[in-house]
């Protein structure tokens, strides 16, 4: 049998597969979210783990100080991110358009420790656990493996929220004045489109997405200050071997990583965290601009 | 005012007139107090060698960024100096750039229907179609895919729908084919006789001698002489030597 000749038991393989896809539907919902922001803003968010690490933590206070269960979290709490981050881009980003890559690196660096900062002021470096929703405790016994359902859930959500993203820009009226406006948005704006307001916007957007995964990621990992820290070097290494030009190259790289992670794990774990930095580095060799990018 | 007092106030105005207008990429000025008028429903061109500014002038008309831009722009009487290129758009002032600025991305038909409708009176799809039966047949395409003439007729018919009543069109016959320079020609004409203002930037003056009722010679970043279309016969030599032909 197969297994046997790897040395690997089924449930092992299958247990890292799921972990994998879950890690690379996240992975895949970040890289989205920077590569629209980049493309529209022309500013790397390095702030993206932070505010995905806030979307986690405002889903924890809701439910610690106010009762505000996960569902209404899922909803609200990408909401409160993203009206935080539009005011972050109007206030500050806004400021940073016509200059180059690298001042908006810098800031939304910037923006990083003052964020992790204040949650690590407030509620230490201590992670918290966060349940899982009641209706989404235990799982299925499948015979090869055990499928917990939230883990079930979190995947079939992270997915839909990626495919509905893609859909809206590419094949939406209002997808086209993005799509338009990260190829030249000077032009754009000439036709009538207040483009600093579309801005605002795709920002808000970007980061609404990143906090509905941080809620998505509460009840798996512990919500803890520095939790966007460890997950965005990675994303960032996703979004070089994807490439930046496109939103489906996001999402098919995102998962591929994921999974290709999930496997180093089971078949040579002291390599599991270094796996995706090394495709990253021969994808700079052999295609500089990504799998997906265009030039 | 009674809206037709208000109509017939508006039509006794330019329907574009600029007056002092400078315009400069940092440090380096290209207008230098560009100053000229369009009535109502007129063809005029601004005439000028490569580098005179003409393009420059559209962008500052427009209200894009860079260029920065001093002086004066009135469109119906409206003073548009201040305003967000967004906003000026939104005032009925429509725009065909240079290189016709087709967008990659986004396929013939979402390239026809990206400008937002900025107010009453623009074409509908159908009639653009009508004018422009090539870009029925190449709806479903990438913009860019399409051959230079069709990607103009593109570009044209994308403002069309708008509700536009002024329009700034930048080079319209550059690196087409005479068949095709003809044809755009024969739309100009058309858009002028369904009372449209239309400022035309071009080189090729035998081109713009089919077209406009007057010809604004650009140099240096301003209006440097104005020849009425009927006297650019007598004015050929003259018209020469501004060219450099």
Sequence with gaps: ?295 | MPPEAQASAAAAMPALEVTDLDAHYGESQVLHGMSFSIDNCEVVTLLGRNGAGKSTALMALMGMTPPQRRGSVKLRGHELIDLPSHRIARLGLGYVPEERGIYASLTTEENLLLPPVVREGGMSVEEIYRIFPNLRERAASQGTKLSGGEQQMLAIGRILRTGAHTLLLDEPTEGLAPVIVQQIGAVINQLKSRGYTILLVEQNFQFAATVADRHYVVEDGRVVDEIPNDQLEANQSKLRDYLAM
């Design chain 1, 1 to 295: 049998m197969l297994f046997e000749l790897l040395g690997v038991p089924p449930q092992a393989l299958f247990a890292q597969l799921l972990i994998g896809l879950v890690n690379g539907s996240f992975y895949a919902a970040l890289s989205l979210g920077l590569a629209v922001i980049f493309g529209m803003l022309n500013i790397i968010n390095f702030a993206h783990g932070a505010l995905y690490m806030a979307g986690a933590f405002v889903a924890w206070m809701l439910l610690h100080h106010f009762g505000i269960p996960f569902w209404a979290s899922l909803v609200l709490s990408p909401l409160i991110v993203a009206v935080f981050g539009m005011a972050l881009e109007r206030v500050l980003l806004s400021r940073l358009y016509h200059l180059d890559h690298i001042y908006g690196l810098l800031a939304t660096f910037g923006l990083v420790l003052l964020i992790e900062g204040t949650f690590r002021q407030l509620y230490g470096v201590s992670g918290r656990g966060y349940p899982t929703p009641e209706v989404l405790k235990g799982g299925w016994n499948l015979g090869f493996m055990f499928l917990p359902n939230y883990r079930a859930f979190v995947l079939v959500a992270a997915l839909a929220v990626c495919f509905g993203a893609w859909f809206f820009i590419e094949r939406t009226r209002i997808g086209s004045y993005l799509r338009a406006g990260t190829e030249n948005a000077r032009l754009l704006q000439a036709f009538g489109v207040n483009v600093p307001r579309m801005m605002t916007l795709t920002f808000g957007l970007g980061v609404a997405l990143a906090a509905f995964t941080g809620v998505l990621a509460a009840p798996i990992y512990q919500v803890h200050p520095l939790m966007g820290f460890n997950i965005i070097i990675i994303v960032f290494a996703v979004v070089v071997v994807g490439g930046m030009g496109s939103i489906l190259g996001a999402i098919v790289t995102g998962l591929a990583l994921g999974v290709a992670e999930g496997f180093t794990r089971v078949f040579y774990p002291e390599a599991s965290a270094t796996v995706i930095f090394v495709i990253m580095a021969v994808v700079l060799l052999i295609r500089p601009q990504g799998l997906f990018g265009r030039r």
